[in-house]
């Protein structure tokens, strides 16, 4: 498996600021994603982070709004800019480890945001 | 575009029973299915993963099967114990390099 630490924890923000959340992995792996969950919800696919190229986002999401960064193999980096209460969530990294056939994918403990 | 649906919502039953939680899809083109776990104010914790040429996986009392071509996989836990007590997501993967779609989860309960 993989160990996958996401700092912070959970913040509370002001609205109108930015909050960057950080994912580092203990190992290599081939793929990382981002994912975000609402209250009550389940897991939306942001982006995948692409290492040392742009993030690729899934429809609804866009880079002005949660620019990532993967500058290695083993962390990654996403910033939810210009906040409302909207994007009040938990967001979570994950990462992909492909080997041979076996595609398996592991999480981090997730970035609980308030924005008030 | 890939949808996930999770049955039951919401699940309370006394500890020992045996339950079959439920998850379908609506592309058959998968690449694998993973159920995870997720407890109150946690992250996921990955249970099972099944490969699209697999038909089940098992790991101490659970099971999960997968039956690709109806887009249907069924999560088995023997022997329900209190800490069983949590959120059981269904995912799939269209491709190695794919992220993940999710299902709503059950969110489920076990009674001491």
């Known amino acids: 498996s993989a160990v996958i630490s996401q700092k912070p924890s959970r913040d509370i923000c002001q609205r109108g600021t930015s909050l960057t959340i950080q994912c580092q992995v203990d190992?290599?792996?081939?793929?990382m994603f981002w994912y975000r969950q609402q209250p009550g919800q389940s897991l939306t696919l942001i982006a995948t982070?692409?290492?040392?190229?742009?993030?690729?986002?899934e429809s609804g999401f866009v880079i002005d709004k949660f620019p990532i960064s993967r500058p290695n193999l083993t962390f990654s980096t996403l910033t939810v800019s210009n906040m409302s209460p909207e994007d009040s969530s938990i967001y979570l990294c994950?990462?992909?480890?492909?080997?041979?056939?076996?595609?398996?994918?592991?999480f981090g403990q997730g970035t609980r945001l308030t924005v008030v | 575009k890939q949808e996930v649906t999770q049955i039951p919502a919401a699940l309370s039953v006394p500890e020992g029973e045996n339950l079959v939680l439920n998850c379908s899809f609506t592309?058959?083109?998968?690449?694998?299915l993973q159920w995870f776990r997720q407890d109150p104010g946690k992250g996921l914790t990955s249970l099972l993963l099944?490969?699209?040429?697999?038909r089940e996986q098992t790991s101490g009392r659970l099971n999960a099967s997968l039956d690709k071509s109806s887009g249907r996989s069924t999560l088995y836990i023997a022997a329900s114990q209190p800490g069983d007590s949590a959120t059981y997501l269904c995912?799939?993967?269209?491709?190695?390099?794919?992220?993940?779609?999710f299902g709503k989860g059950t969110h489920l309960i076990i009674q001491p």
């Open positions: 994950s990462a992909v480890r492909i080997t041979g056939y076996k595609t398996e994918a592991f």
């Open positions: 190992s290599q792996v081939t793929m």
């Open positions: 982070a692409n290492q040392g190229s742009e993030a690729t986002y």
């Open positions: 592309d058959s083109a998968i690449y694998n």
């Open positions: 099944i490969q699209s040429s697999q």
């Open positions: 995912a799939v993967s269209g491709g190695g390099a794919d992220g993940l779609t």
